[in-house]
C-alpha cells in the first residue's frame, strides 16, 4: 500500500494528537495537495478534495466559533463525515469537545499546532512531496562534499565504499553506501537517501560492516542530501578517450532528470577521494559562474590571435 504513515507525518510535523483513542497505524495520507477548508465549513461541499490533509487556520477557526453551538455542529459533521484523513488545526487554535467527539465518531485524526497556517502549510507540503515523490534504488555511495550532493557509481569492487570512506576521514559525510534511493522533489531536484535497514553503514570487502556514525561521530553523516553531480567509476581503457578540458558537460538520467556526469577512470596510484574533491569544487565554482576550461580556452584564443596580429 502506497502512501505515507499519518503516524509518521506527526512526528515529522510535530504536531499533537487530540484524538489518541483513533489507532493510526493503518492510516495513510495519498497526496502531497492540502486544503484549507474555507466553502466546506459553509456547506459546500461540490469538488471537495476530500483525499487531503485539512488544516484548519485562524480565518476558519473564528468563522465556526462565531456560529452558534447547533449550526456548528452541524456544519462541522457534514465536514469531519466526508471521509478525510485528518484534521490539523493551527495557529494555537484548539477545537471543541464537541468537535473532538465528532472526530472519534467519525474516526477522524484530529492534531493541533502552534506554528502559523502558512508555516504548517508550507512545511505539510514540502515534507509530504519529498515522502511522495517517485522513488528509484540505484546501486552506489551518495556523500556530501563541500555541500554538493556527489552519487559515486561503477562496478561492484571498484572502490566506491573505500574512497567514501577517505572522503568521509577528510571531513565529509556519508549518505548511503551500497544502495541509494532517489526521489524526483521537483523537475529539477532528485534527493537521495539510505534504506532504514542500512542507514550509516558501510560494507568494506575484507572488513565486513562498519558503522560510520558510531567510528567518526554525527557530524560525519547525514540523512538526506540533493543530488548536483554524479561521479562514474570505471576500469581504465587505453583504447578510450576521455575528456581532458571538461568544455562540455556529460548528463546522466535518472527519473527524467539530467544530472552532470564526469567518467574516472581507475589507475593505481591515483587518490580518488581528492579528485572527488575537486570535481565538487569545480562543479559548485561552474554554479557560480566561473568555468576554468572556458578561461583557458579564451586564454588560448586571445594568445594565437596576438600573435597572427605581430
Known sequence: MKGVELTKMMQALSLTNLTPQIDLSDMRVMTAEINRPALQLTGYLEHFANERVQIIGYVEYTYLMQLSDEERNFKYERFISSKIPCVIFSTMTRPSQSMIDMALKYNVPTFVTERTTSNVMAETIRWLGVQL??????????????????????????????????????????????????????????????????????????????????????????????????????????????????????????????????????????????????????????????????????????????????
Open 133 to 310: 515523490a517517485p522513488c528509484i534504488s540505484i546501486h552506489g555511495v551518495l556523500v556530501d562534499v563541500y555541500g554538493e550532493g556527489v552519487l559515486i557509481t561503477g562496478e561492484s569492487g571498484i572502490g566506491k565504499s573505500e574512497t567514501a570512506l577517505e572522503l568521509i576521514k577528510r571531513g565529509h559525510r556519508l549518505v548511503s553506501d551500497d544502495v541509494v534511493e532517489l526521489r524526483k522533489v521537483s523537475d529539477v531536484t532528485l534527493v537521495g537517501s539510505a534504506p532504514d535497514i542500512t542507514r550509516h553503514f558501510i560494507e568494506l570487502r575484507g572488513i565486513g560492516i562498519i558503522d560510520v556514525k558510531t567510528l567518526f561521530g554525527v557530524e560525519c553523516v547525514k540523512n538526506t542530501q540533493a543530488v548536483d553531480l554524479v561521479i562514474k567509476l570505471e576500469e581504465w581503457n587505453r583504447d578510450k578517450e576521455y575528456d581532458r578540458l571538461g568544455l562540455h558537460e556529460e548528463y546522466t538520467e535518472y527519473l527524467g532528470n539530467k544530472v552532470v556526469c564526469h567518467s574516472i577512470p581507475i589507475r593505481p596510484g591515483r587518490n580518488l577521494a581528492i579528485i572527488v574533491e575537486s570535481a565538487a569544487v569545480n562543479h559548485r565554482q561552474k554554479k557560480m559562474g566561473y568555468n576554468a576550461a572556458e578561461e583557458l580556452y579564451k586564454r588560448v584564443t586571445a594568445n594565437i590571435a596576438g600573435r597572427r596580429q605581430s
